[in-house]
């Protein structure tokens, strides 16, 4: 099966090894898009989808994760293959569940194993608009705490609840999970409040270094994880201190062991 493949690098050398490198090794990738800048590159993926984008970070116009922004508020989610001169930005290139990550000058043998990583994703169709978009949105968050160190995150919520206002502090939390229209926030000592609000509202109040997207309707708190139950068709259960359980999607686990420092 053909992959169409697409190159943002602002240097052409960089550009012509791995065209090269593709071309030798890999004949079942069509490169269908070159672009030498942030802006190019979205203007270009705009008109012509690609499955794998191999993606220089820096760039004029504009960095590599805001090309795969665009990318993903497009509805497209290809295999994303870092390429870059420095090694400074790979947890940020994992927090967007990047399947490598590779140095330049690039190696025949590493690009090889990235190879084989994009042909497995592809297998297993883990490729989902939803999920790339949800990640993008708390390395954007990620992205805004870091320039603006004195942005606070929430250290409580505001509950209303049969007339009256409850606070519930942020570390009492355990899970927060979508209910139609309404997000339930389960604490730790077993209470449950329904709350008249989307889960991204909540989600970009709360710390993403402590609060967790596990599924597309669920955040867990990673201080209250207890353990971790294998599921059906590769899925997994969260157990939280207080025993209430939480579905950990496959779709989520590469960026869930990422943002815990653990690997998957």
Do not use: C
Request: proline share 5%; aromatic share 6%.
């Amino acid at each position: 099966m053909t992959i169409r493949a697409a190159l943002v690098d602002d240097e052409p050398t960089a550009r012509q090894r791995l065209r090269r490198l593709l071309a030798a090794r890999h004949p079942d990738v069509v490169v269908v898009v070159e672009a030498d800048s942030g802006v190019g590159a979205i203007a270009l993926l705009e008109q012509e989808p690609v499955d794998l984008l191999f993606l220089d970070i820096r760039l004029p116009g504009g960095d590599g994760f805001q090309v795969l922004e665009a990318v993903a508020r497009s509805g497209r989610s290809p295999a994303v293959v870092f390429v870059t001169a420095f090694d400074s930005y790979a947890v940020r290139a994992f927090e967007v569940n990047a399947v490598d990550y590779l140095l330049k000058p690039i190696e025949a043998d590493r690009l090889e194993d990235a190879m084989t990583r994009v042909r497995l994703t592809r297998s297993r169709s883990d490729a989902d608009p939803e999920f790339l978009l949800s990640l993008v949105d708390r390395l954007a968050r990620s992205r805004a705490a870091a320039e603006d160190p004195g942005r606070r995150h929430a250290d409580r919520l505001l509950i209303r609840k049969d007339g009256r206002q409850w606070f519930v502090p942020v570390e009492e939390i355990e899970s927060i999970e979508s209910a139609r229209n309404y997000v339930r926030v389960s604490t730790a000592r077993g209470e449950r409040h329904l709350v008249r609000s989307t889960l991204g509202q909540i989600e970009a109040a709360l710390d993403p270094g402590r609060f967790i997207r596990v599924h597309r309707t669920a955040i867990v708190n990673a201080a209250r994880i207890k353990h971790l139950e294998p599921w059906f068709s590769g899925d997994m259960i969260i157990v939280m201190e207080s025993g209430a359980k939480v579905k950990l999607s496959r779709v989520y686990r590469a960026a869930f062991y990422a943002a815990l420092g653990t690997p998957g």
